[in-house]
C-alpha cells in the first residue's frame, strides 16, 4: 500500500458535522483530525472497568531481564539493500531508492545511531512522524469513518525497528513469553495454524458426541486503542529492563501524523493511543497488550489470531455448554 504508484484521489467534498465542505485544505485537515482521534473515540465509549487499569499479568519470575544488545552494521547493511526501491518516502523524504544505493557507504554510520539511541533511549523526532494517505474502503464518500488510513514512516525507522524487533521476538520465543493461544505475528504461525487448532478440538468434541458453541470476538479500532500507559507496564512485568522500558516510553512520546494527498500536507497532529500504523514494532506490541487475554477464558477454550479472536467449549448437553460460555 505504499508503493509510490498508490493513488489516493481525494472526496471532492467531505461531511464535517452538520455541513459539507469542498475544500481540499480543510478536507486533509479534517481527514487528520479524525484518523488521529479514533482511538480516543473509541476508548470513551468503552466501559470504565475495561480502561481504567490493566489487568493482573501473569508472574513469571523465572524470566531473565531483557536488555537490547549491540545492533551490528553488517545487519544494517542487508536490511538497507533488501529495501524496496518502489515503496514511498516518508516525510523525511529520504527515499528508500537512495538509501539501498549508497547503503555499503552509509551502513556504519546509521548502526552507530541506532546504539546511540539505545544508550540514550531517545529516538529521532523526524522518525516519530507519519504520512497518511486516506483510501476510499467503500460508503458514503461524505463520511470521513469509510476511509482507511494508510500510514508511510521514515525507511530508516523502519530499518531500525526491524532491528529492535528480532530482538524482542527472539526474546519471547525462547521464553515462550507470549500466550500460545496466539498464532498472529508469530514465526511459524498463522491463520491456518489457528483454523487447524479450533477445528481439530471441535471435531474431537463432537466424536465424544459433545455439543460445540463458539463466541467470535472483533475488537474495533483495537490497534489504534492500545493505551501506552498499560502496554508499557505490560513489557516491564515481562522482564524488559528499565532502559528498554525508557527508550519504548521514548518511543510512543511525541508521535505526530500529517495527511499527505494530491501534493497537499495537513498540519501535524499529536498520536498520543495506540500502535503506529505501518510499523515494524506495531503488531508485536499489540501481540503483548493483548498477551492476558487467554487468562480471562475460564472454562472455555480460546485462540486468537492478532486482533480477532474466538472463545469456544464443549459438552454433554447443550446447557453445559453455554452456562460455560456465559462464566
Given amino acids: 500500500?505504499?508503493?509510490?504508484?498508490?493513488?489516493?484521489?481525494?472526496?471532492?467534498?467531505?461531511?464535517?458535522?452538520?455541513?459539507?465542505?469542498?475544500?481540499?485544505?480543510?478536507?486533509?485537515?479534517?481527514?487528520?483530525?479524525?484518523?488521529?482521534?479514533?482511538?480516543?473515540?473509541?476508548?470513551?465509549?468503552?466501559?470504565?472497568?475495561?480502561?481504567?487499569?490493566?489487568?493482573?499479568?501473569?508472574?513469571?519470575?523465572?524470566?531473565?531481564?531483557?536488555?537490547?544488545?549491540?545492533?551490528?552494521?553488517?545487519?544494517?547493511?542487508?536490511?538497507?539493500?533488501?529495501?524496496?526501491?518502489?515503496?514511498?518516502?516518508?516525510?523525511?523524504?529520504?527515499?528508500?531508492?537512495f538509501l539501498k544505493l549508497s547503503a555499503e557507504i552509509i551502513a556504519t554510520p546509521i548502526t552507530s545511531l541506532f546504539n546511540l539511541s539505545f544508550v540514550s533511549s531517545e529516538i529521532p523526532i523526524d522518525w516519530k512522524a507519519a504520512a497518511v494517505i486516506p483510501l476510499f474502503k467503500g460508503g458514503d464518500t461524505l463520511d470521513p469513518s469509510c476511509y482507511r488510513p494508510i500510514s508511510i514512516l521514515p525507511c530508516l525507522s523502519k530499518v531500525f525497528e526491524s532491528q529492535v524487533n528480532k530482538q524482542i521476538t527472539d526474546y519471547f520465543e525462547s521464553h515462550r513469553t507470549l500466550s500460545a493461544m496466539q498464532s498472529g505475528f508469530r514465526a511459524g504461525h498463522g491463520c491456518t495454524s489457528a483454523t487447524l487448532k479450533v477445528l481439530n478440538d471441535i471435531v474431537t468434541a463432537i466424536d465424544k458426541k459433545h455439543y460445540c458453541a463458539a463466541v467470535f470476538i472483533d475488537l474495533a479500532k483495537a490497534f489504534d486503542s492500545v493505551n501506552h500507559h498499560i502496554l508499557i507496564g505490560r513489557l516491564s512485568s515481562l522482564g524488559f529492563s528499565n532502559d528498554c522500558v525508557a527508550w519504548f516510553t521514548n518511543y510512543f512520546s511525541d508521535r505526530v501524523q500529517c495527511v499527505k494527498s494530491e501534493g497537499l500536507l495537513s498540519g501535524p497532529l499529536a498520536v498520543s493511543m495506540g500502535v503506529p500504523q505501518g510499523s515494524i514494532l506495531g503488531p508485536t506490541l499489540f501481540s503483548v497488550y493483548i498477551n492476558d487475554v487467554a487468562l480471562a477464558a475460564g472454562d472455555s477454550l480460546i485462540h486468537l489470531y492478532a486482533d480477532d479472536t474466538i472463545l469456544y467449549t464443549s459438552g454433554p448437553s447443550l446447557d453445559t455448554v453455554l452456562t460455560t460460555l456465559q462464566t
Avoid: C, W
Fill in 1 to 97: 500500500m505504499e508503493n509510490k504508484n498508490t493513488s489516493s484521489q481525494l472526496p471532492t467534498a467531505l461531511r464535517i458535522g452538520n455541513s459539507v465542505t469542498t475544500d481540499k485544505p480543510t478536507i486533509i485537515e479534517n481527514f487528520n483530525k479524525h484518523f488521529s482521534t479514533a482511538g480516543h473515540a473509541f476508548h470513551l465509549t468503552t466501559p470504565t472497568a475495561f480502561n481504567s487499569t490493566a489487568p493482573p499479568t501473569a508472574t513469571r519470575p523465572s524470566l531473565p531481564h531483557f536488555s537490547f544488545s549491540q545492533i551490528h552494521s553488517a545487519d544494517v547493511l542487508k536490511e538497507l539493500q533488501n529495501l524496496d526501491p518502489y515503496k514511498s518516502a516518508g516525510l523525511d523524504n529520504l527515499d528508500p531508492f
